[in-house]
T-cell receptor
Framework: GQQLNQSPQSMFIQEGEDVSMNCTSS?????WLWYKQDPGEGPVLLIA?????ELTSNGRLTAQFGITRKDSFLNISASIPSDVGIYFC??????????FGDGTTLTVKP | NAGVMQNPRHLVRRRGQEARLRCSPM?????VYWYRQLPEEGLKFMVY????????ESGMPKERFSAEFPKEGPSILRIQQVVRGDSAAYFC?????????????FGQGTRLTVV
């Protein structure tokens, strides 16, 4: 089946720094999604990308759908303590069913 | 507009018992997905359902697991004769009908512990 490689696995940064994480796949996706999961909660959708090359922002978050349709990145600018959590990328080929990466755990030091 | 509702939030079962997990999708959503998450891992797709139909069950174990989404009422994920390896967080997601943006919204999950 399809697999996503998400990196880095974890990040420890200082408050105010920028963050970048990415996902790569051996096969193409039609939609890329980025989620954040807090402990004990379900994933919350941050950004959805629908077209190759698309660059979308949501506040301090920016994500891009790679031209090859096999990768995506998420940037967080000027990190704050509440950015702490696990970030997941997910790719969709057909309607709704998603393949998830294993997550990037973000720790922000005040 | 209530989100995806899952219950119970926590479920403890002894080995050999049955576990029933419930999911009510968001209003207007007709597609339901179930995922399983083991500690420190990503979510793994299990099954995709529409009302009264299983569309894709490629991620479901062949035995003991079943899912339904009846015409009325919530979607149910049923695990028979649970074993310790079934302990995980089970998440339900829902999305609008085909043709709309297909991103799925998740519930808070049911954490199953098999003792």
């Amino acid at each position: 089946g399809q697999q996503l490689n998400q990196s880095p696995q974890s990040m420890f940064i200082q408050e105010g720094e920028d963050v970048s994480m990415n996902c790569t796949s051996s096969s193409i996706f039609n939609t890329w999604l980025w989620y954040k999961q807090d402990p004990g909660e379900g994933p919350v959708l941050l950004i959805a990308l629908y077209k190759a090359g698309e660059l979308t922002s949501n506040g301090r978050l920016t994500a891009q759908f790679g031209i090859t349709r096999k990768d995506s990145f998420l940037n967080i600018s000027a990190s704050i303590p509440s950015d702490v959590g696990i970030y997941f990328c997910a790719g969709q080929l057909g309607a709704g069913k998603s393949t998830f990466g294993d997550g990037t755990t973000l720790t922000v030091k005040p | 507009n209530a989100g995806v509702m899952q219950n119970p939030r926590h479920l403890v079962r002894r080995r050999g018992q049955e576990a029933r997990l419930r999911c009510s999708p968001m209003k207007g959503h007709s597609h339901v997905y179930w995922y399983r998450q083991l500690p420190e891992e990503g979510l793994k797709f299990m099954v995709y359902l529409q009302k009264e139909n299983i569309i894709d069950e490629s991620g479901m174990p062949k035995e003991r697991f079943s899912a339904e989404f009846p015409k009325e009422g919530p979607s149910i994920l049923r695990i028979q004769q649970v074993v310790r390896g079934d302990s995980a967080a089970y998440f339900c997601a829902s999305s609008p009908p085909t043709g709309w943006n297909t991103e799925a919204f998740f519930g808070q999950g049911t954490r199953l512990t098999v003792v």
